[in-house]
């Protein structure tokens, strides 16, 4: 690899996003502080992403046995698309663009963006890291995720 | 479900499908194509609107207003049904509210269920002011507000952001390629031929064209994606001693199976790789007292193409893996051994959820088919799989139905 490619991204990163669920919230609040949290269970350890309660138990554990806790945000490409049309004007500036999902090294998989990338580079299996994007002038980081060597 | 419980006990008496699949319905609202396909329908099962005493109406995987707000359609038609209850789940709603009606059959709370749907989504996607709705800017498949959709899931056309990984999987797992998925688009394409209500009736597609044709969100070109349609549909079902007092040859409800991939975890990789077809089909068939290989016609969701990739492997027809074999060999094209999506299928024909399945497959069983007619079909298979599209995770759920025109 040679020169590190830059993605563009179009003005939807502008906008507003929609109300996030409650429950994902500290998710968000984490990326902020350039932490990927995960939800955590108390009694084992176990990770989960979205909000889950954990299943390795014969009871159902209460919600306030599982936290959001900081993980490695790091995994491995599990599968990947290249959109190269979209229905959103605004996303014209970032064509071809990854979509991906990553298993993270602690289990769960992870819906993201592939960001800096030739796309003919992402393949299946391939080490990635959470790169942490600060959406300028907002109060939000972007979990994009990029290639690593 | 034991067969004594619903093996033959009901069956569909009417259907209708509006004739706007190859047209379009520009300014017709979900309500008004939904009105529209039940009058046909009600027409069809030889009934007038009085007999109509139950009324499930089908829509998305959530409410979608006002693409969908249809609720409630059967005022503008005048019928004036005991109950109105809508079920969803997109894909598979047409299933799913064959289940609803026939319970309410079972209780006696009604004799004549319409179940039925509407949606203007060509007129929808192709708007004056830009796509609106689900297929719009603002995204839906953000809704439940875990954050990720924005991202560019939701500005990726339909559902592809979320099925094309199912592409991804299963190329990298079982060496599945294009020329693999252009079968099934062939095959959807040479039925379509034969279908005048189809939308692509009179366009033919040739392997050239396929795999000439441009990535979408690549591994999957237009040509592997569903198409929209302005589109109703209505279906009426009965007991099946009221529907032998009917016009035209009742078709028996045989078997109906459930299943969902949320029996596993979310992230299981299996669920990247298969849909739960063999759980629902398990059931379906046990109720029916049938094997897959006794299906004459198949009728199965194909929102994309490697879904019936999915349905062949995990139904049973083949290993998986080897449903490319098992299309090149020309079994589910017109004059093959294991017809399916005789009506051109999403891919080719018309898109309104699961409802063209079980509308074609009542035509199939009744001789109804014209050109495309199967000939001696008596037993059809349909299917449908839906939910929500949230990632890492979605449509996970899947019904799997047997008709048949005869009892036994
Ligand atoms: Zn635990």
């Known amino acids: 690899m040679s ?37 955590k269970c108390r009694r084992c350890g176990a990770c989960y992403y979205p909000y889950t309660v954990c299943v390795r138990h014969a009871d159902i554990p209460d919600f306030d046995e599982m936290e959001w806790a900081p993980t490695s945000g790091r995994g491995t490409v599990f599968a990947h698309l290249t959109v190269h049309k979209v229905v959103d004007p605004a996303f014209q500036p970032d064509l071809p663009y990854v979509l991906a999902l990553i298993e993270l090294d602690e289990g769960p998989l992870f819906a993201t963006r592939i960001v800096d990338c030739d796309p003919q580079d992402v393949r299946i299996g391939r080490r990635a890291a959470v790169k942490y994007h600060d959406v300028p002038g907002q109060d939000r980081t972007l979990p994009f995720f990029v290639l690593q060597d | ?281 398990k059931q379906a068939f046990a109720e029916a007292g049938e094997n897959i290989w006794s299906i004459d016609v198949a009728e199965l969701y194909d929102c994309f193409t490697m879904e019936i990739i999915f349905y062949l492997e995990d139904y049973g027809y083949c290993k998986k893996g080897e449903a490319g074999e098992f299309l090149r060999s020309g079994a589910t094209r017109p004059g093959g051994s294991f017809p399916i999506n005789t009506h051109g299928g999403l891919l080719s024909g018309m898109y309104l959820f699961d409802f063209p399945n079980v509308v074609e497959a009542t035509r199939q069983l009744r001789g109804e088919a014209g050109d495309r007619q199967v000939p001696n079909a008596h037993l059809a298979l349909t299917n449908g799989h839906g939910g929500e599209m949230v990632e890492p995770f979605m449509c996970s759920s899947h019904a799997t139905m047997i008709l048949g025109n005869e009892l036994s």
């Open chain 1, 3 to 39: 020169e590190q490619k830059v993605s563009r991204l179009g003005p939807w990163v502008e906008r507003p996003f929609p109300p996030l669920l409650p429950e994902i919230v500290p998710f968000w609040e984490g990326l902020r502080r350039h932490e990927f949290r995960l939800v």
């Open chain 2, 1 to 281: 479900m034991s067969t004594r419980e619903f093996r033959d006990k009901f069956a569909i008496v009417g259907v209708g499908m509006t004739p706007t699949a190859r047209t379009h319905a520009r300014g017709m609202s979900a309500m008004r194509l939904e009105a529209w396909a039940a009058k046909l329908a009600i027409e069809d099962a030889g009934l007038a609107r009085e007999d109509i005493d139950g009324v499930v109406h089908a829509m998305m995987a959530s409410p979608h207003p006002p693409l969908q707000w249809t609720d409630t359609y059967s005022r503008m038609l005048g019928l004036r049904p005991n109950f109105y209850l809508t079920v969803a789940r997109g894909g598979q709603a047409a299933h799913n509210g064959l289940l609803l009606a026939t319970h309410y059959l079972r209780l006696g709370l009604a004799k004549y269920v319409i179940v039925s749907c509407g949606l203007p989504g060509w007129s929808a996607s192709h708007a004056p002011e830009g796509p609106v709705g689900m297929l719009g800017t603002g995204g839906w498949r953000g809704q439940l507000g875990f954050g990720i959709g924005p991202l560019g899931f939701n500005a990726a056309a339909g559902g592809g952001s979320s099925h094309g990984f199912y592409v991804s999987r299963h190329m990298h797992e079982y060496g599945t390629t294009a020329e693999d998925l252009a079968e099934v688009a062939l095959s959807a394409r040479e039925w379509a031929n034969l279908n005048p209500e189809a939308r692509f009736h009179d366009r033919k597609l040739t392997r050239e064209d396929y795999l000439a044709s441009d990535y979408v969100i690549e591994p999957l070109r237009k040509m592997d994606c569903c198409i929209e349609s302005d589109l109703g549909a209505a279906i009426v079902v009965t007991t099946a001693d009221r529907a032998r007092s009917g016009p035209k040859p009742p078709v028996y409800l045989k078997g109906l199976g459930f299943g969902d991939q949320a029996r596993k975890q979310w992230w299981d990789k299996s669920n990247y790789t298969q849909v739960d077809g063999a759980f629902a089909a």
